[in-house]
T-cell receptor
């Protein structure tokens, strides 16, 4: 069974600095997707970034980028120029590439506090 | 921007009672999901629903649970006889259809906090 592990329950960063959140996963499949979701204190979870396992190039979305290490089964999220609005819980998630049900498998989450 | 809405935001129920959690997905979405998050634990998949039937359910989703799309706009989760361990935040999500489905982001509601006494 697929598992997703986030080993950092809490992290903090100073505004404008860079922070990296870690995620590892376990799968025997070759075709899958990885995601980072953000859940601000208002509770609605939103998609931050998606990575296709078949793509070697790391995904980027503005200040958010990932370091996808397929062999190591590692998928970290880097937030550059951190802003107060980045304060949230961040979840790493996995989906089978051939999924026709949309099931997401989440990690435990990392609470990020951006300090002014 | 369209949102997934969930009601109520907080539900308190006596153990053994039935509870219905309600969700209004985004109108052009065709896939619907329920997830739950027990306090301090990870978000867990419960069920996905497409074309008026369950497409996948987890081990958690036993006979006490059911889902329904009663009127083409609402998507409900019913827990028939609640247990203390059902206390959790329940999230509804929806997405467009497409292949691969992973390219269609899931949009989440704010959640319903269910407290079983």
């Amino acid at each position: 069974a697929q598992t997703v592990t986030q080993s950092q329950p809490e992290m903090s960063v100073q505004e404008a600095e860079t922070v990296t959140l870690s995620c590892t996963y376990d799968t025997s499949e070759n075709n899958y997707y990885l995601f980072w979701y953000k859940q601000p204190p208002s509770r609605q979870m939103i998609l931050v970034i998606r990575q296709e396992a078949y793509k070697q190039q790391n995904a980027t979305e503005n200040r958010f980028s990932v370091n996808f290490q397929k062999a190591a089964k590692s998928f970290s999220l880097k937030i550059s120029d951190s802003q107060l609005g980045d304060t949230a819980m961040y979840f790493c998630a996995f989906m089978h590439g051939s999924s026709n049900t949309g099931k997401l498998i989440f990690g435990q989450g990392t609470t990020l506090q951006v300090k002014p | 921007e369209p949102e997934v809405t969930q009601t109520p935001s907080h539900q308190v129920t006596q153990m053994g009672q039935e509870v219905i959690l309600r969700c209004v997905p985004i109108s052009n979405h065709l896939y619907f999901y329920w997830y739950r998050q027990i306090l301090g634990q990870k978000v867990e998949f419960l069920v996905s629903f497409y074309n008026n039937e369950i497409s996948e359910k987890s081990e958690i989703f036993d006979d006490q649970f059911s889902v329904e799309r009663p009127d083409g706009s609402n998507f409900t989760l019913k827990i028939r006889s609640t247990k203390l361990e059902d206390s959790a935040m329940y999230f509804c999500a929806s997405s467009e259809a497409g292949v691969p489905l992973a390219h269609k982001p899931q949009h989440f509601g704010d959640g319903t906090r269910l407290s079983i006494l």
